[in-house]
T-cell receptor, first 111, second 111 residues
């Protein structure tokens, strides 16, 4: 089983749609969770951290289910500029330093 | 806004040569990282560095690789005797605690 698993997509949705991404992780000792976005040939950029209570930042909502080892990201009212690859990232807290990236889910928003 | 910088943006080298990739992390960050991303593949963790020593490294980070923080600001990745399969984007990242911020990357091409 992969350490961090995501649906590779691509997801192709119209502008204004709601999109949901899912991610599962295998190591129950994982401590910190993040969503990053990566544009083509660019560096990953932090989108949001994911907390146990769930958190929201504008159109973006992230949820964590530790029991199921599952993380989600919801994008509401999607914009053309949301087109990117979304990376699920998990930190195995040994010395606060090992980070595992999922393979990413490609999202393409069409006008 | 402070950011991680990397130089050069593109490095071309001959197989068997040594390369040094340079990074300047964000100044008040304590943890430093190197990742690589082969074209079309996922971001892969190489190594993390804290308190002037390696804190974690992946199986990719073998004797061919080394890292150094030669002064208070730079963080370098050295690849000895490069191989064709070392061609990739190399990202440096830094964090104070938890969330990592990535540099723009160095594209390494080994001929």
């Amino acid at each position: 089983r992969k350490e961090v698993e995501q649906d590779p997509g691509p997801f192709n949705v119209p502008e204004g749609a709601t999109v949901a991404f899912n991610c599962t992780y295998s190591n129950s000792a994982s401590q910190s969770f993040f969503w990053y976005r990566q544009d083509c040939r660019k560096e990953p950029k932090l989108l949001m951290s994911v907390y146990s209570s769930g958190n929201e930042d504008g159109r973006f909502t992230a949820q964590l289910n530790r029991a199921s080892q599952y993380i989600s990201l919801l994008i509401r009212d999607s914009k053309l500029s949301d087109s990117a690859t979304y990376l699920c990232v998990v930190s195995i807290y040994s010395s606060a330093s090992k980070i595992i990236f999922g393979s990413g889910t490609r999202l393409s928003i069409r006008p | 806004e402070p950011e991680v910088t990397q130089t050069p943006s593109h490095q071309v080298t001959q197989m068997g040569q040594e390369v040094i990739l340079h990074c300047v992390p964000i100044s008040n960050h304590l943890y430093f990282y190197w990742y690589r991303q082969i074209l079309g593949q996922k971001v892969e963790f190489l190594v993390s560095f804290y308190n002037n020593e390696i804190s974690e490294k992946s199986e990719i980070f073998d004797d061919q690789f080394s890292v150094e923080r030669p002064d208070g600001s730079n963080f370098t990745l050295k690849i000895r005797s490069t191989k064709l399969e070392d061609s990739a984007m190399y990202f440096c990242a830094s964090s104070r605690q938890g969330e990592q911020f990535f540099g723009p990357g160095t594209r390494l091409t080994v001929l």
